[in-house]
């Protein structure tokens, strides 16, 4: 899966409440093992298969990125 399909496929959790199990569900939807949850703390190397959420201080997903 590209990450342009990933994007398509994740676009509906945009906005919704950051919870650890959203992990397990991205990597089931999108057959990527690495996936990075709001402040989970990882390497800094690049990984272009991996999976960043990114989100706000009330604990919302505001975006995705890779990398």
Known sequence: MTNDEVLQQLQHLIGSRYV???KAYI???T???RVVGI???STKELDPDRIR???D???AIRSVSFG
Request: hydrophobic share 45%; proline share 0%.
């Open 31 to 33: 057959g990527r093992a």
């Open 27 to 29: 990597s089931e939807l």
């Open 57 to 59: 201080d009330a604990g």
């Open 39 to 41: 402040n989970d703390i």
């Open 53 to 55: 959420l990114l989100g």
């Open 20 to 22: 650890a199990t959203v």
